[in-house]
C-alpha cells in the first residue's frame, strides 16, 4: 500500500515538475481538441467522461466529453487497452497524438498511446444507461446528475452564455449592476405568498426577530433599483427572487432569477417596450411557427388593480397605471415593466390610502430630494429561457428547482 | 389643469417624434459628454442631479452629475438662468452646445441654452450638505441615498466593474456559470447559524414544511459545484450567501456575496493557490506598503477541525486535509479553499462516523459514478472590495447591508 502511494505521488509530482527530457503533454479540453485547426505531432492529455465504447477486433473507439462541448471526442485506440472499467460514465485521462479523422464525423480525433481510468462508474447502479434517451422528467428525479446528460449539459451551458450575454449587453449600454438584497424587510408587489426569514435555533420564538423587524425573502429588487437609479440613472440586477405559492405548474418556481433594469429620465412606456421589442423581433418567428400565435404588450392596467408605485396616467373614469405586461405563447408572463409614481403628492396620496405612508417614508423621500420620471421592468429568467429553447417545464432550465414539496439537495 | 396636461403632452410627443425642422437634440451621458474628444456645435442634452452652484455676476456655473462617473460636467449659464429651485440635490435637464472649457480643470464644458428643473431637492430635510464631506459612518444611516455622494457612489461603480470582470474572466477561462441554489436542505459547512426559511403564513407552525424538509439559506455553493463539475469540470457561482452571526464586526454581515469555482482533475493544493497567486501578487504591493504586513497562504489544517468534504492528507499522526486559506491583513480571511475527498471509501466512512450518510446519499454517488479528483475555492466578495479599496467597513461596499439588529429598506 505504501509502495503505490508512492509511486502515485512520484507520477504526480513528476506531471506536475516536468522530469528532465520529458515536456508533459498539454492537457486540452474536448472543444479545443474539437477546434484544433492543424496538429504538429504534439502529444496532449484530455480528460473526460465516456460516453460511448465501441470494441472491434482490432480497434477501440471512445467517446469522451468533459462538458465544454455537446459533441464528444473520438479516442482511437489500439485493442490491447480494451478493459471492463473503460465503460460508459467513467472518467478518464487519455494521452496520444491529436490528428485529423478520417471520418467525416468529426474533424479531430484523438489517437491514445495512454489510457488511465480515473474513476470507476457502478453500471447497475448508475441511472442513465448507453444509448438511452430517458424524458426530462425521468432526469428530474437526479438532479445531481441529469447535468450529465446531453440535454442538460445543453440547457445548462446555454443558460451560463445567457447570464454572461446579459451582464454584457447591460454593461456595454451603460448600466451599473447593483446586488439588490435578498433577504429585506419591503414587500414589493404587496401580494402573493412570501417566505420569511429567522435564524434556524430561534425560530421556535418568532416574537424575537435577528435584525429586530420580521424579515423576508425579495420578490423582486425594483424599489433598491429604484434608489440606485436616482444615483446612477441606469441600474440593473440580475438576482434570485422567491414566492411560496403553493404550485406545482410547469410555469412556476419557488425560487427564480430576474432580471430587472430601471431607467432614469424616462417619460413613456415606449421607452421601456423599445427594449422589449428586442425580445418581441427575436422570438416572434419562432413563436408564430410554433405556436400560430405571436408575443402580445398589454399596457395600461386599472390602477386598482397594481401596486401603489405605478405612475397614474390621469385618464378619467377608466383610471389606468402606465404599467405594460409582454404576454408570451406557451409561458404567459415573460415581462413585466412601468413608469413609476415620480410625483411626491400623488405617491403620498396612494401610499396614505394603503396605510403605507411611515413604512414607505424612504421611499417618499426619492421624491423628495430631486425626483425624476423614471421607469424600469424585470423579466423572468427561465421563462426567457424557457422561450428561446422550447422547453416546455420550467424546472428544466434551472440547476436545482425548488418548488412546493420540492428542495432535493 | 387640462391645458397644461395638454401642453405636457404636446412637448413630450414632439420630444419623442421629432417637429418637422427640427432635430431634437442628442441626449448624452456626463461621462460621454466629459469624453467627447471635438464638437460638430450640435446641441446636446445632458440630465442629472446638481452637484453645484456657483453665481457669478453675469455668469451661472452648474456641476451635474448622473452617476456615469465621478466627474461632473461644468454647465455655464447666462446669470438670468439663476432661480431658487437650481439647488444642489436637484434634478436638471440641460440642453445646449458642448464646447471645449477654456479651464484646465476639464476637457468639455455644457453652454447651456435651455436648464429645466425636473425636480426639487428639499434642501433643509436632505441630509447631505452642500460641499460637506460626511464621514462614511453618517452615510450609513441613509442607505436610500447615501448612493448619490461621492464616496458610495465610487464604490459601487467599482463594484459593477468587479462583478462584470469575474464574470468575463471565468467565461474567458472555460468556466460554466452555475446558479447554485440560494434555498437548500443541505448545511455545507457543518458549522454556523443557519437561517431558516418558511412561508410567512405558516411561520408560526414549524411542523408543517412548505419544502417538505426543514429548509435554509445557503451558506455556500461548494456541494452544488461539486454536482456541476463532475458534469462540466470547470464552473463558478457568484451569488449571495448567508451567516446567521450575532456580530455586529467591521468584517462580518449576515447576507454577503462569494465567488466560488470547482475544479475536476485538480490533483493538488497548488493548482488552487496559483489561482490563488494572482491575487496574490495583485494585493501584496498594497499592502505591504499600507499594512506593514503581508498576505499568508495557510495549508494542510487538522483533519479533526474541517469539515467532511475535506481530502485526507493521510499523513500519518498529524492527520491533515488538503485545506488553504489566504489570510490577508486587516480582512483577515479572503479565500478558502480545498481538494475534495472524491475516494469513495474515505468518505463513506466519514459520512458514517458523523451520521450523515444517508443525508449525504447523493454527494457519495458522486462518488460512485466517475468520479475524479477535484477541488475548489471561495472568496468572500466584499472582502475582496475593502482589500483593493481600502475600506474599513464592510458595510460600505455593499449596498444594502444585513446585520444582527439591521435590515433597512
Redesign the interface.
Known amino acids: 500500500m505504501f509502495g503505490a502511494?508512492f509511486l502515485a505521488r512520484a507520477l504526480?509530482s513528476c506531471s506536475?515538475a516536468p522530469c528532465p527530457g520529458h515536456r508533459p503533454p498539454a492537457r486540452l479540453?474536448v472543444?479545443d481538441a474539437l477546434g484544433a485547426q492543424s496538429t504538429s505531432g504534439e502529444r496532449v492529455k484530455v480528460?473526460?467522461?465516456?460516453r460511448s465504447v465501441r470494441s472491434q477486433k482490432e480497434v477501440l473507439f471512445l467517446h469522451i466529453n468533459?462538458?465544454?462541448s455537446l459533441e464528444s471526442l473520438q479516442v482511437v485506440a489500439d485493442s490491447s487497452f480494451d478493459n471492463r472499467e473503460l465503460a460508459f460514465?467513467?472518467?478518464v485521462?487519455v494521452q496520444g497524438q491529436l490528428v485529423k479523422s478520417p471520418s467525416k464525423k468529426q474533424n479531430m480525433e484523438l489517437k491514445a498511446e495512454k489510457i488511465e481510468v480515473?474513476?470507476?462508474?457502478?453500471a447497475t447502479?448508475?441511472p442513465f444507461k448507453y444509448k438511452e434517451r430517458h424524458p426530462l422528467e425521468y432526469l428530474r428525479q437526479y438532479?445531481?446528475?441529469r447535468?450529465?446528460t446531453n440535454a442538460l449539459?445543453s440547457i445548462?451551458?446555454v443558460?451560463?452564455e445567457a447570464?454572461?450575454a446579459i451582464?454584457?449587453f447591460f454593461?456595454d449600454n451603460?448600466f451599473?449592476?447593483?446586488?439588490?438584497?435578498?433577504?429585506?424587510?419591503?414587500d414589493c408587489e404587496g401580494a402573493g405568498?412570501?417566505?420569511?426569514?429567522?435564524?434556524?435555533?430561534k425560530?421556535?420564538m418568532?416574537e424575537e426577530n435577528?435584525?429586530?423587524?420580521?424579515?423576508?425573502?425579495t420578490v423582486s429588487g425594483q424599489?433598491?433599483l429604484e434608489?440606485?437609479s436616482?444615483?446612477?440613472?441606469q441600474v440593473f440586477t440580475f438576482?434570485?427572487t422567491?414566492r411560496?405559492e403553493n404550485s406545482q405548474s410547469r410555469r412556476h418556481l419557488?425560487?427564480f432569477?430576474m432580471v430587472e433594469a430601471e431607467i432614469?429620465?424616462v417619460?413613456?412606456l415606449?421607452d421601456l417596450m423599445q427594449w422589449g421589442v428586442d425580445l418581441h423581433t427575436e422570438h416572434e418567428k419562432y413563436l408564430v411557427k410554433h405556436c400560430g400565435n405571436i408575443p402580445v404588450f398589454v399596457i395600461n392596467y386599472p390602477l386598482a388593480l397594481k401596486p401603489f408605485y405605478m405612475r397614474d396616467n390621469?385618464d378619467g373614469p377608466q383610471h389606468t397605471v402606465a404599467a405594460v405586461d409582454l404576454l408570451v405563447p406557451g409561458v404567459g408572463e415573460l415581462f413585466g415593466g412601468s413608469l413609476r409614481e415620480?410625483r411626491y403628492h400623488f405617491l403620498e396620496q396612494r401610499l396614505a390610502r394603503s396605510g403605507l405612508t411611515e413604512t414607505y417614508q424612504?421611499?417618499l423621500?426619492?421624491?423628495?430630494?430631486?425626483?425624476?420620471?423614471h421607469g424600469g421592468f424585470g423579466m423572468g429568467f427561465e421563462r426567457y429561457l424557457q422561450c428561446i429553447l422550447g422547453i416546455d417545464n420550467i424546472k428544466d432550465v434551472?440547476?436545482?428547482p425548488?418548488f412546493?414539496?420540492?428542495?432535493?439537495?
Chains 1, 2 share one sequence.
Open positions: 502511494r504526480r506536475s479540453s472543444r480528460q473526460g467522461w465516456i468533459d462538458g465544454s460514465g467513467s472518467s485521462e480515473v474513476g470507476n462508474c457502478d447502479a448508475f438532479p445531481h446528475l447535468c450529465r449539459g445548462l451551458r443558460r451560463s447570464t454572461a451582464h454584457s454593461k451603460g451599473v449592476h447593483i446586488h439588490t438584497p435578498i433577504i429585506t424587510s419591503n405568498e412570501l417566505f420569511q426569514v429567522e435564524p434556524s435555533s425560530i421556535k418568532p435577528f435584525f429586530n423587524v420580521p424579515a423576508f425573502l424599489l433598491h434608489v440606485m436616482g444615483a446612477f440613472t438576482g434570485p422567491f411560496a419557488a425560487e432569477y432614469s429620465f417619460e413613456s415606449q390621469e415620480e424612504w421611499y423621500d426619492l421624491r423628495r430630494f430631486g425626483s425624476v420620471p434551472i440547476p436545482f425548488r412546493t414539496h420540492s428542495c432535493i439537495l
